[in-house]
């Protein structure tokens, strides 16, 4: 099922390769798409530029700057002038080349749907294009989503072939643009679910990113939209939004989910994006960051491969997944001795190699772990997406990057009743919470409250790229992480509020005089 999916996205693309190309140079109005390959060739740029940086530069943003993820140097190994221990500690300033590339990467991705939609636009009605132009409003939304969550107050641009310069619109602005624009593309939506509307916008999607923005509503515009959120999760999980069927189901096998063979096949995906080096969807290296180069033999990867051993999580993090020996969720984990899949001791000379949680720096300051075998073994290791045998030398792999899944929504609308917002269905946070965990093979909770619950977020999502977004809806981004198991001291220690959002990357400033920098980095 997933190579006949990807057969058809690779065609789709294949017309599509050069984006700086305006898309409507390929379309007179004598000679529009009419039928679905056409529309698929021609949106085609749109899901490739996601491609692009979701899973390496909005991935680092997400996760390095929690205490969900930490990226090492081995010496002046994966040191890189400092851009990942800056996103630990919370010192970035508005040169950071990941913020640069990550607000390129969304403002491109908002272009080329401007693009898209001015050329279909005058194209003949059809079904086709109606939904065809709400995939690429919703898509278009989601690129200002990623932008608003991680900038704040940021420009809502033009209409294609504008081309005054945009100034920053407030948050709440762009939040209100989002609801407006979603709300607007939501009746032309499919709700099928499988092959066909996999990896693209669905009646589904659509509302749980509209649940994504109202959860965190009071940090976009000032007030909060709990039960906003509700009534879109709702229509999620209610049976009788899809014809009597449930839309999603929590999967048994979890690991299953972030194989390298994931894909429409699974009901707890809402939107993921596909990656096959198969079939040139490249772009998803995440399972070889975490892995120590002897960790090959377990996945079978060819020796040209070389492996990152550089990402791990701090220790007090993976402690949240001690809470239960029979969870399931454990397994993202390589921590502690290692073996191979035989059962022989992994050893790097005379050591055994051991994944200790506990990462005590040679230099704290460079976040140097040291080079012997010993001191490059440390930390725990999530590799929640399966490494990929096949990888070539490129190093890309096949695991569809998940974006939005079934159990998110679920523990988001449990916050969202201890919130205060009113269930319709009637169900209590401990009774959904309990639904994940009794899924996940984990003893169900007697009771739940807030804390309890940014802990069970912890364990169901690490390493999806929502911990950030979690930490500053509860208040804990500003917290101290990261423990120096040499000093026993806390690494991360900044608790400057305005950097709940990114600056706007000094090339933007430079560009575009309108634009007027975050507070905070002024």
């Known amino acids: 099922m997933k190579k006949l999916f990807y057969t058809i996205l690779s065609l789709a693309a294949l017309s599509c390769t050069d984006l700086d190309v305006p898309i409507e140079s390929s379309y007179t109005s004598d000679v529009f798409p009419k039928t679905e390959a056409e529309f698929a060739s021609v949106t085609g740029p749109v899901y490739v530029q996601m491609r692009n940086n979701i899973a390496l530069d909005y991935y680092y943003l997400q996760e390095l700057s929690t205490d969900e993820a930490v990226l090492t140097a081995r010496g002046a190994d994966y040191y890189d002038g400092g851009r990942y221990i800056q996103l630990n500690l919370h010192t970035w300033d508005e040169t950071h080349p990941h913020i640069a590339t990550t607000w390129t990467w969304a403002y491109r991705g908002v272009s080329l749907c401007g693009e898209i939609l001015a050329a279909l636009q005058p194209a003949p009605e059809s079904e086709t294009k109606e939904r065809t132009l709400a995939e690429i409003r919703t898509m278009r939304a ?25 100034s920053n619109s407030s948050s709440a602005e762009v939040y209100a643009f989002l609801v407006n624009e ?46 906003e ?19 999603f189901e929590l999967e048994a096998d979890f690991m299953g989910m972030f194989d390298v063979d994931n894909g429409p096949q699974i009901r707890e995906i809402i939107f993921a994006i596909p990656f096959d080096q198969n079939f040139g969807a490249n772009g998803m290296r995440l399972g070889r960051f975490p892995l120590h180069p002897l960790s090959r033999v377990n996945y079978g990867l060819p020796t040209t491969i070389s492996v990152g051993n550089c990402q791990h999580t701090w220790a007090d993090f993976y402690y949240l997944f001690e809470e239960d020996p029979n969870d399931v969720r454990n397994e993202i984990w390589l921590a502690g001795p290692q073996f191979y899949n035989d059962g022989r001791p992994m050893m790097d000379g005379t050591y055994h190699v051991n994944h200790n ?36 030398s490129s190093r890309d792999s096949r ?36 639904q994940v965990r009794s899924v996940r093979k984990a003893s169900p909770f007697s009771s739940i409250d807030l804390a309890t619950l940014l802990e069970e977020r912890g364990r169901e999502m690490a390493g999806e790229t929502w911990r950030r977004n979690d930490l500053i809806r509860f208040g804990a981004f500003e917290s101290a992480w990261g423990r120096d198991a040499a000093t026993g001291l806390p690494v991360k220690t900044n608790q400057e509020t305005y950097r709940r959002f990114y600056p706007i990357p000094q090339g933007e400033l430079a560009t575009n005089p309108k634009l007027v920098q975050n507070p905070g980095y002024r």
């Open 229 to 247: 959120a509700v009534q879109s999760i709702n229509l999620i999980m209610n049976t009788t939004a899809n014809g009597g069927n449930r839309p």
């Open 399 to 434: 695991n569809d990057f998940i974006l939005f899944r079934y159990a998110d929504f679920v523990l988001l609308k449990a916050e969202a009743i201890l919130r205060g917002a009113a269930d319709p269905l009637g169900q209590s946070a401990l009774e959904l919470v309990n």
């Open 182 to 227: 979603i709300n607007e593309a939501l009746p032309f939506l499919s709700k099928e679910i499988g092959t066909v509307t996999y990896g693209k916008p669905s009646f589904w999607m659509a509302h749980a990113l509209l649940a994504k923005l109202h959860m965190n509503a009071e940090i976009y515009a000032g007030t909060p939209r709990y039960q």
């Open 357 to 392: 949680p506990e990462i005590a720096f040679v230099n704290v300051e460079t976040f140097d772990r040291g080079r012997s075998p010993q001191q490059i073994a440390q930390g725990a290791r999530n590799v929640k997406y399966t490494p990929d045998g096949t990888w070539t």
């Open 142 to 166: 989601l690129y200002y989503f990623f932008a608003l969550d991680l900038f704040g107050n940021v420009p809502i641009s033009p209409a294609y072939g504008n081309l005054e310069l945009p």
